[in-house]
Structures are given as structure tokens and as C-alpha cells.
């Protein structure tokens, strides 16, 4: 998969691409992510890529000239089934459809700053506008790569363990992930020790103690999304014991 990336501060990305599994994904050529700076293409002496809003009240937002230039170099390297992402507040916000949507492409993503773009530049050029969250944000370079890191960990071939990927929140067929633990047994003077059943090495009756729990997380934390899932006979069965245990505790 081919990434672009339109920002007048491709700085803040190094750290980011440098680490972790999005490094290791460009070592393996599994992807590849390139900058392009719209101050390396003004159309003017002084390298200005912001102008004042027509209509007053102040501010100013990425002139269009240098935008369509870098996105027409960007088209020059990466050539085919390319979508062009420009990431606002204004976007579609982001779902796991809309993730879907972009996986069999490359993708060239629009950072705007200050008070935003010119708008002809969504009008002509962006295929789809997202946003990350109902906030404000200083510039689209985060949610560039928020979007970037939800993307690379679904490219075929990045996560070497694939079932951790499909064992996480909300891949999880709509739950949240169960508690897990790890080493040591016991933590002395800590409240919430490992559930016995987890050392028993039945197979069958962690599985099921992981599905009541993540049940159990669901509603209790996002029953938003447990009202949006239909249950099996099973999961209606450990939902009802995680319910009875928990009205016993509480
Ligand atoms: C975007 C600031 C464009 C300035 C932003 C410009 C955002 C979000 C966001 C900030 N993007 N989801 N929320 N961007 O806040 O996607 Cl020009």
C-alpha cells in the first residue's frame, strides 16, 4: 500500500513512522509512505501557503495553488486506485465501513492548518472527508496518523499474530476485549487477582469465561454497542450469569 502524505510539517511524522509496527510494515515493503510540502510549491516569492478568508472576520487557511500542486505530484508517484483523503471535523467520522472502504486502495492524505483549505480544493480534488472525533484539532496531522495506524495494522501480512487483531476491541464482533493478566501470579496488596479458571488449562471454559466477560465489559462500558448486537443463545446465557454475579457483588 502506497501512503501520501500533504502536510507543511512532515517533521511531526518521523517519530511516528519510525517505530513499532509501522516501521517494521515499510521494512517489508508491505508499505511505503511519502511527503509531499506544499511550501516547496508556491506560486510565489515569498513561499506563501496561507491567505486571509474572503469575507473578513479574520484568519486564514492553505491557498489552493500549492495544494493542487503537491497532490499533482503525489498522482505523479502513486499513479493508480488512489483516494484522496482530506481529514477534518467537517468529515464523515470514522467507522469500521468507512475503514473497510479505503483497505484495497493507496490513499493520499490532506493535512490542513490554520483556519483550513480553500474549498475548491474539496469540490475538485478530495474523494472523501473524515474526521477522527467531535473536537478541534490544530491540524489534520494527527488524525493523519490515527487513520494511517488503524489502516496498516488491517494490510494483510502486518500483524504476524493475526488473532490478536481480530481478538481486540471491536473486531471482537462488536464486544470490548475481556481483562487479561500476565505474570506475576500474585500481586500482593493489589485488589483484582487472576481469575483461577484462567490457570485451569480448560480450553473450553476460558473461551466461555471470555466471552461472559467481554459480554459483561460491553454493557457495563459501552452499552451502546451491546444494544447494537444481536445475541446467541450462548451469549444470552453467560450475559445473564455475568448480570445475576454482578447484582450479588454490588
Ligand atoms: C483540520 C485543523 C484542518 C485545521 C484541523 C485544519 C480533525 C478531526 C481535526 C483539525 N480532523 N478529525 N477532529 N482537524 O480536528 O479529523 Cl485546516
Not at 479505503?102 to 480544493?121: A, F, P, Q, S, T
Not at 483484582?192 to 461472559?212: A, E, F, M, T
Request: proline letters at 4%; aromatic letters at 10%; a positive charge.
Amino acid at each position: 500500500m502506497l501512503i501520501g502524505v500533504i502536510s507543511l510539517f512532515p517533521e511531526i511524522f518521523q517519530p511516528f513512522i519510525k517505530y513499532g509496527i509501522i516501521q517494521k510494515s515499510i521494512k517489508k515493503k508491505l508499505l511505503s509512505i511519502d511527503f509531499w510540502n506544499p511550501r516547496n510549491y508556491t506560486n510565489n516569492k515569498k513561499y506563501k501557503v496561507d491567505s486571509t478568508i474572503y469575507g473578513g472576520g479574520g484568519g486564514v487557511i492553505l491557498k489552493a495553488e500549492p495544494l493542487i500542486r503537491s497532490i499533482e505530484q503525489a498522482k505523479l508517484k502513486i499513479r493508480n486506485n488512489i483516494k484522496l483523503i482530506y481529514l477534518s471535523p467537517q468529515g464523515r467520522k470514522i467507522d469500521t465501513a468507512c475503514i473497510n472502504s479505503l483497505l484495497c486502495k493507496n490513499i493520499i492524505l490532506i493535512c490542513g492548518r490554520y483556519k483550513g483549505i480553500d474549498e475548491r480544493i474539496i469540490t475538485n480534488f478530495v474523494d472523501e472527508e473524515i474526521s477522527i472525533g467531535d473536537y478541534i484539532l490544530s491540524g489534520g496531522e494527527l488524525p493523519a496518523m490515527v487513520l494511517i495506524d488503524i489502516i496498516v495494522r488491517l494490510i494483510p501480512g502486518v500483524l504476524n499474530n493475526i488473532l490478536s487483531n481480530s481478538t481486540d476491541s471491536f473486531f471482537n464482533n462488536g464486544l470490548l476485549d475481556c481483562p487479561n493478566y500476565t505474570k506475576p501470579r500474585v500481586l500482593n496488596n493489589f485488589k483484582g487477582q487472576v481469575p483461577k479458571i484462567l490457570l485451569s488449562g480448560d480450553h473450553k471454559k476460558i473461551q466461555q469465561w471470555r466471552l461472559k466477560q467481554s459480554l459483561g465489559a460491553t454493557w457495563l462500558k459501552r452499552p451502546d454497542l451491546l444494544k447494537k448486537k444481536k445475541l446467541t443463545k450462548e451469549e444470552k446465557f453467560l450475559f445473564n450469569e455475568f448480570k445475576t454475579s454482578y447484582f450479588k457483588k454490588n
